[in-house]
């Protein structure tokens, strides 16, 4: 075995060169007052977009860049030094302009990519509702076919973007109950019928806004279907294995970043006239730190790796990965909040926004029981 296999190519390097070079300008240097302030950086995601990074893995016929899944989750880890919230909140555009390009018909995709490749329009992603989180199945927004509409009625919660974005990729009930009755919807933020609830107070993720969305007779085309009818659950799961690789990755990323400093921090604090680094404990602690991070990030390549080449376990190893990438990180953040004393405690340090931050990763796209519910499954079908 050469080490060429267990590395990125020139070209993997180059994209995730570029993506900490914008992190370091563009993210990194705002990211402690978006937080503090509740600024969403929209004019950063435009930005961002420029780069391609508005629509990583849509087909360069559509005007993406056409990557795979390790060079998006490359970008993701990148972003995610500087801002968490910021990255996975691209990732989630990334994810809808996606569904869009590979499901949607001709039609759907002339209307909405163009913009979204710019990101002049952001999406959201819309499954998860108020009754009905883990058993996403069970959903109850409706779409009863009218003419040449459909009408939607229902409300949807914890939607990042919701009442900034201008278009919500959402599933909806067209049929039975269960995973056979629901496709999935383009629907604009404009369209009569479409409002917003409150913005969140959250624990963290403060750069990006989190609303519920509520449909009151909204009158949809018929031909912003994206896929077939009844095919919403399958594009709606085969979306989430993309987007728990890149939420995996920006856990990656927030703790590499947390890692890093709590090296600078203990090299420079003395404590019994010893530098905080020097003391045996310390290292060891470091020592774990690095040693875990190295061992998600290799499940979480090498689960990229599956589902860019739509290997038939694909979905079993995003879910490791995206379980093991996601409490790993956190428990690195938290090691280095530690390491920082009452100063990691402090907003003048980043850690805490971290800390914050990442906490979510484990429950979003699926919280880490279902990801060991879906591995577990996965086990014990044979």
């Known amino acids: ?23 370091a300008d563009a993210i990194t240097p705002h990211a402690a007052e978006w937080d503090e302030k509740h600024i969403f950086p929209r004019e950063t995601v435009k930005a961002a977009a420029e780069l391609g990074f508005g629509a990583i893995y849509v087909s360069e016929e559509s005007g993406g860049i056409g990557l795979g899944r390790l060079e998006a ?68 927004t409706t779409a009863k076919r009218d003419g040449d509409h459909f009408i939607v009625n229902g409300s949807k ?7 900034e974005n201008e278009l919500y990729v959402t ?30 107070r959250k624990l963290g993720w403060h750069a990006q806004p989190t609303r519920q969305v509520m449909f009151d007779n909204v009158r949809v085309p018929v031909e912003n279907m994206i896929g077939g009818e009844g095919e919403g659950f399958r594009i709606a799961m085969m979306g989430l294995d993309g987007g728990r690789l890149n939420i995996g990755a920006c856990s990656l990323g927030g703790a590499q970043r947390c890692l890093d400093e709590a090296i600078v921090y203990t090299k420079d604090r003395k404590q019994f006239g010893t530098a905080v680094a020097e003391f045996q404990n310390t290292q060891f602690m470091l020592a774990d730190m690095a040693t875990e991070l190295e061992a998600a990030r290799a ?62 990763h484990s429950i979003l796209e699926g919280t880490n029981q279902v990801m060991r519910m879906i591995v577990g499954r996965e086990l014990t079908r044979q």
């Open 73 to 140: 989750a490359l970008i993701m880890e990148a972003m995610a030094y500087g801002c968490p919230a910021t990255s996975a909140f691209i990732s989630i555009h990334n994810m809808a302009a996606w569904m869009i390009d590979r499901f949607g018909s001709q039609t759907v995709k002339d209307k909405y990519l163009p913009q979204l490749v710019t990101a002049d329009w952001l999406a959201s992603y819309c499954l998860t509702e108020p009754s009905s989180g883990s058993d996403a199945a069970a959903l109850k």
């Open 157 to 163: 919660q914890f939607i990042s973007g919701a009442g």
């Open 1 to 23: 075995m050469t080490d060429q296999q267990f590395d990125l190519t020139e070209d993997q390097r180059a994209i995730q060169e570029m993506a900490q070079r914008f992190t």
């Open 171 to 200: 599933m909806v009930r067209t049929g039975v109950d269960g995973p056979k009755g629901i496709s999935c919807l383009a629907i604009e933020k404009d369209m009569p019928g479409v409002s917003f609830g409150a913005n969140e």
């Open 299 to 360: 499940l979480l390549y090498l689960a990229a790796a599956k589902v860019t080449a739509n290997a038939p376990d694909k979905t079993k190893f995003a879910a490791m990965a995206k379980r093991f990438a996601t409490d790993t990180g956190s428990a690195v953040v938290d090691r280095a909040l530690q390491l920082h004393g009452g100063y990691g405690y402090l907003m003048d340090y980043p850690i805490e926004r971290f800390w914050r931050d990442l906490r979510v």
